[in-house]
Structures are given as C-alpha cells and as structure tokens.
C-alpha cells in the first residue's frame, strides 16, 4: 500500500471507530429523559466496542448550577454508565468542559468569518430590542436585519481593533434542510431564522456552534440525543455544510411521557433521577429496564424478562430504536424493583441499605449478618418488595425499630386490658396459634383480635407479615423486648 493510501485506511478506520457523547449542562438535577439518553448513548457504544464520551455542556453561565456536575456524575455511577473519557477520566480530546474550550469556538467563529460564512454585529443591545418590539408589533418572528452584513471586513476587523464590542452572527438564507436521522429517517426542515448569534460579546459560544465544534473535534460518529433536539438538526447541518465538514450520524430518541397525550412537568419528582435513588430506593437495573420497557432498540425484546445491563448490552440494537414515546409508568417501575431486587446479590444490596440507613439518620446500623437476614426474610416472604425505602420511611422500617409509641394499639383495642395481656404475653415460652388462642380465650377476645395486639406490640402497624413468620425472625428474646418496651409506652 502507498503512504497515501495507508493514511486514506487510518482515516477510514478512525471515521469507522463508535464515538458517543452524552452532553448534558449542569443547570440543576439530571431528568429522567437525560438517563435514558445516556443509556443509549453507552449501550451503543459498548455494543461497538466505541467511546462512551461525557461532555458538559456549561456555557450558559446563567443557568450554571456549581454542583450539578457532581450530580450528573453520581448518577452514572449509581447506574453504572461509566465514561471512558470525561472531565474526570480525561482522554485524547479534552479538555470536556465547554468553558475550557472557548479558544476552538473562537477560532472557529473566526474562521467563518474568513470563508464569508459569518460576521461581526455591534449593534447594541438598544437596536436589537427595538427591531424585536417592531416585529412583535406587527406579529412577526423576530430577525435580525442584517444590517452589520453589509459592513466591510475591513471596516468591521477595524472596529473590533478598537475595542467595540461585537457577536458573530451566521449568515443563515432561508432554506430548506434535508437530512437523514436514524430514528425519523428523512427529515425536511425550512430554516428561517435570520443570523443567529454564534459567539457572544464576551467570547462564549451559543449552544449550536459549540455543539458542532465538538462533536467533530471529538470525532463523535453518531449523535445520540433526546428529540427536543430534532428542530435544532437542520441548522447544525447548514453549519456542518458552511465548515465543509461531513456531520455526524443523527439519532433522536423519541420522548419520556405521563401518558399518551400527557407529558413529563417539571414539577413531577419523578422527571428526575435523584427522585428514583434518593427518594424510592428503585435499584438501578430497576429504572434501566424501565427506560427500555416498550422493547426500544432491543433485540428479541421480552417484556417479562429482567435485563441485566449486560444483556442490555448484547442485545442492544440502533437499528430497533422506535418512535414512540416511552411511558413511565409507576406499575412497571414496582414490577421491574421487585425484579430487581429478586436478581440481587447480597453484597451489592448491603451497601445501598447501608447507604439509606445512613442517610435517613434515625436508625441505628445493624451488623451485617442482621441485614443479611433481613434481605432473605424479605426475598422469601415478601413477593412485593422492591423499593428499599420502605425498609425506612415504609411499612418495614419495623426490622431496624422497636416500638416508639403505644397510641395505634391504644386506639385500636379500646376496653381491652392490654397491660395485663402484655404481661401474659410475656411469660409465653413459645408464640404461637395455640399459646395465643389460651390468651384470647382467657380475655374473651377472638384469636384475630390477640394476634392484632401482637403485631402492633412487635411491629407498630396493624399490617404486616403473619405472627408466625414475625416470631421466627425476631426470636422469643427480640420479642419479649418488645413487647416490654410496648409495656412501659402504655
Ligand atoms: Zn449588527
């Protein structure tokens, strides 16, 4: 092979290389839309043995949040969507802040300027609010009129020489844009937004010339992105097209909805991710296989089976991507805990309840065999169990807390004489059906009744699991104290 055509295979080998981003902007918590976009992206990438890229997208200085990026990271690593370059992992096409990449923006913007493709405007903010207002007036779409267009180079480079201040606008005809998206297939967009700003006054991109710029300085192969991006994708083509540059591929992932006609607000705590960790306790393969719950982009798709992240992996197909819009819905989040929490191992289970107990703050931590025993209780007995944050603020925190207070046994069991039954509970050697039933014949009270008084006494709540399955887990011992304890609180 020649040198030119050896570098002509190294250039066809580095364009065949799977590189994806994820890029979110650190502007508060991570939506739940944004984890789903991250899974594909890595999916993706792994599937190709490629590059699963995170780049932070912080050029909106206004809506900069200091410790979303902390967020956005401990979210990947609590499902586990490691980047293999980053701001934290580095790599090859750093720096992965777009605020540190300002000089390739500003180039960049420079370099259109130079191929005519772009100008400098100083019209002051003034001028610009007031052909916004006679727009508005007169019910258009505000554009600017391009008046700075007709500035000479010359004149402009002068003036800027001086210190005036300026943005670059593009020069951006109307047009219609064609293009191809792998979810969508051929999109047809009209473009008619006369001159959008690409660098500001003070140097920092907007969003669309920074995005372009690295994606292909990063030599991203497909953009993998929510499809609140798709109105976007035309004028990104034009701009691709103005730099001679071949775009990427574009893949735009339908939308996260309530319901069919419904979509996500804001104001729903589970828009975002935290809400699913923090908040419910859903084991991450959980919320995963919820974000692939209408079998989008898997192969052989089987809506009762549990994906491990790895077969997500393996059977993780671009090709199967559907258009419509995922549904989250509550009921399968609780079948695909309870899967979750089923296909669990102990030692991956242990920390995360450690973790909630910790962060709750009003449990003591128990030693690990007691959570062992608690988690194969809860595996055997209770087929529902999926959210671990029921083990705090739920139905279960029973297993790390001894009774606080006598007023639900006081409320429900009036004209009873509960001391006296307590006592007689107490001298009981073994707790069962038959011991219970020669308390309750002595008080005249139904068996049901007495085993109420129990359970309230052991657990604090009048439902729960059977007397009998209680009693085997605590112990006589565990038992007699709590029922001492329920003795002095009456
Ligand atoms: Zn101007």
Redesign the pocket.
Known sequence: MSSDGMRGFQIMKALEKVRVRFAPSPTGHLHIGGLRTALFNYLFAKKHSGDFVLRIEDTDRARFVDDAQDKIYEALHYYKLTPDEGPREGGNYGPYEQSKRLDHYQQAAHHLIDSGHAYR???PEN?LELLRKTAEKRGEIPK?DR??ANLSLENAKAMADNGESFVI?FKLDKQNVQFQDEVFGTVNQCIDESDPVLLKSDGFPTYHLANVIDDRKMEISHVIRGMEWLSSTGKHQILYRAFNWTPPKFVHLSLIMRTATKKLSKRDKDAFVAYYSDQLGALPEAVLNLMIRNGSGIRDFDADHFYSLQEMKEQFDLSLLGRRNLLLDHDSLQKYSRMAFKSADFESLYPRIVDLLKKDGKFEIPEKEHIRRIVSFLNSKEENFGFLSSLTSGEFNWFFSRPRSAQLLLDSHQNVDLKQIIKELLKLETCNSETLGEVATRHQLTLAKTMGIVRISLIGSKKGPPISELVEFFGMEECRKRLEIMLTLL
Request: charged share 40%; hydrophobic share 10%.
């Open positions: 405007c100083f019209c001028r600017y008046k700075c606008r």
